[in-house]
């Protein structure tokens, strides 16, 4: 247990990080531990270089995993089952299975056009920007591996209870004519799979992930940091305490309607969730703040509005809000097993 | 030689596109470049994971972006 919580400290959370920028503010600067610019300065300076090794690191590994599962070979395995099962597979392997919002669409057509019901597809939707391995282990340098864990498991139930409602509902008859219309020339394997890939080839790929992503996100990181770091120095306890705290019933629902309409990537809130919890937010709070705003974003939503009509949208949405939601007031309610 | 890069806007498929130029200007070889943003081509092209690079037809890749030294050697 002590070596798992040394890795966790110093690994994870990178204590001698923050050490290393304590004595540079406080000793080599002077700064009084009291000040404002201490506090700010020191969090911002080791969350954003903390971040950035984590976010190269988890990249790599999650990349390098993931060049194993490309849609096309989830789509022939998911293929294979049926019902709940196909479900919760579909939400499975949502967590390995990258891809940029813009691929969001090719992904539903081909998974609708081979046959997919529009259940397991939602599902697979849902718990791809949720859940992955990065965000695993970064939730577990905030907190501990037992939120972590539960996080991860939510968030499948999430998946998995959207797409088997969405199922349930007969939406089916939501989804724009073309999509099903078109002809299944999309079934044609692609020459080159990507699950063929040499050992060399998937490290390579991986390293490109990380090259990828870290010009994608770069910004959203920097000002994650920057919030965090005022959260951290500027914004007084009291103040986050009434409004995010455990005392304000509404916290939970707060949170997560001011998260959805952001999008950013899960990098970028570690450092604000971070600061919250740091000022005594509750986790289930912070959980849904996270979810809601790596779970639904803008630009993804607007592109499946062009496949399925405006009920089905909104009906995605509703359940998965409504799933954050409860989530958030669960983590809250037994947060005392956890920490 | 016929080049399509597909993808639907975001900054990797534009990335791509990038790539493309460049290398096919570096060989000095005559091709056509097309863009194909719909999604319906695209899929009917048989990608889902965007970008998607395909030559004379071929399937090249699916789902990255790759540098340009990698492009020459594939179009050589």
């Known amino acids: ?339 | 030689m016929e080049i399509k890069v597909l993808g639907s806007g975001c900054p990797n498929c534009k990335r791509l596109l990038a790539n493309v130029e460049a290398a096919v200007k570096e060989l000095g070889i005559k091709a056509d470049i097309r863009y194909v943003t719909d999604f319906m081509d695209i899929v009917n092209a048989g990608i889902m994971h965007t970008p998607g690079l395909i030559v004379d037809d071929q399937i090249v890749s699916t789902g990255r972006v790759i540098n340009v030294e990698d492009i020459k050697r594939l179009l050589k």
Not at chain 1, 203 to 216: E, M, N, P, S
Request: proline share 4%; net charge positive.
């Open chain 1, 1 to 339: 247990m002590i070596v798992f919580e040394w890795i966790n400290d110093q690994l994870l959370k990178m204590d001698w990080l923050h050490a290393i920028f304590e004595w540079l503010f406080g000793t080599v600067f002077g700064l009084s531990q009291e000040t404002i610019w201490y506090q700010s300065l020191t969090f911002f300076f080791y969350d954003v270089i903390k971040i950035f090794i984590l976010l190269s690191v988890l990249i790599f590994l999650s990349t390098f995993i993931q060049s194993y599962f490309p849609p096309e070979r989830t789509r022939k395995i998911l293929g294979r089952f049926h019902g709940i099962g196909a479900n919760s597979l579909a939400a499975l392997l949502g967590t390995v299975t990258p891809f940029c919002s813009c691929s969001s669409i090719p992904i539903f057509i081909g998974f609708t056009q081979a046959g997919l019901p529009v259940g397991v597809t939602f599902s697979f939707l849902i718990s791809s920007p949720l859940v992955d391995l990065a965000s695993v282990l970064l939730l577990a340098s905030i907190f501990n591996w037992k939120i972590a864990l539960a996080y991860v498991l939510v968030g499948l139930v999430i998946a998995v209870s959207g797409g088997t409602l969405i199922s349930a509902f007969k939406m089916e008859k939501y989804v724009e004519g073309f999509v099903t219309a078109a002809p299944a020339s999309a079934m044609a394997e692609p020459r080159i799979d990507d699950s063929r890939m040499s050992f060399k080839e998937r490290l390579r790929f991986a390293l490109g992930g990380v090259g990828q992503i870290i010009r994608r996100v770069w910004l959203y990181i920097l000002i994650g940091v920057a919030i965090g770091a005022v959260i951290h120095g500027v914004i007084p306890q009291t103040l986050i305490e009434t409004v995010l705290g455990a005392q304000n019933p509404f916290s939970v629902l707060l949170a997560t309607l001011v998260g959805i309409p952001m999008y950013a990537d899960i990098f970028g809130t570690l450092p604000i969730a971070e600061a919250l919890v740091f000022k005594g937010v509750g986790v289930g709070t912070v959980l849904a703040f996270m979810m809601a705003v790596t779970a639904l974003s803008l630009p993804s939503l607007v592109m499946l509005k062009r496949v399925v009509k405006t009920k089905l949208l909104v009906t995605f949405v509703g359940i998965v809000t409504l799933g954050i939601i409860l989530m958030g007031y669960l983590f809250n309610a037994i947060s005392f097993l956890f920490i």
